[in-house]
């Protein structure tokens, strides 16, 4: 799969309304057939900072979703509300879910 963090720098003024501004945008591409995951979280320790982690099938998927409608209009209307072009760290890992974190195992 290919996976993908990135880090969003939000404007202040933009911060609380993220999850709206980018609704459109995120909900699109949760629906995309290649889209494993595709998870918004917020810092606890800069409330303008938002962390995506996103998953794709593989390179196909990948392509899908950077050549699709939803992400050219992402392209034109999310960066008034950045602060910063995002940081990103992009990988294919040889899997197709989650694995379990076995030092943190619950149960027996």
Not at 60 to 82: E, M, N, T, Y
């Given at each position: 799969?290919?996976?993908?963090?990135?880090?969003?720098?939000?404007?202040?003024?933009?911060?609380?309304?993220?999850?709206?501004?980018?609704?459109?945008?995120?909900?699109?591409?949760?629906?995309?057939?290649?889209?494993?995951?595709?998870?918004?979280s917020r810092s606890l320790?800069?409330?303008?900072?938002?962390?995506?982690?996103?998953?794709?099938?593989?390179?196909?998927?990948?392509?899908?979703?950077?050549?699709s409608d939803h992400f050219?209009?992402?392209?034109?209307d999310l960066p008034p509300?950045?602060?910063?072009?995002?940081?990103?760290?992009?990988?294919?890992?040889?899997?197709?879910?989650?694995?379990?974190?076995?030092?943190?195992?619950?149960?027996?």
């Amino acid at each position: 799969m290919i996976f993908i963090t990135a880090k969003f720098r939000i404007k202040p003024e933009d911060a609380d309304a993220w999850p709206q501004i980018s609704k459109a945008f995120t909900e699109a591409t949760r629906a995309e057939p290649g889209c494993l995951w595709f998870d918004w979280s917020r810092s606890l320790d800069d409330p303008t900072e938002y962390v995506l982690v996103e998953a794709f099938r593989d390179d196909d998927a990948a392509g899908a979703h950077v050549g699709s409608d939803h992400f050219q209009a992402a392209q034109r209307d999310l960066p008034p509300h950045l602060q910063e072009t995002p940081r990103i760290v992009n990988a294919t890992v040889p899997q197709e879910d989650w694995s379990e974190l076995g030092e943190l195992r619950v149960g027996s």
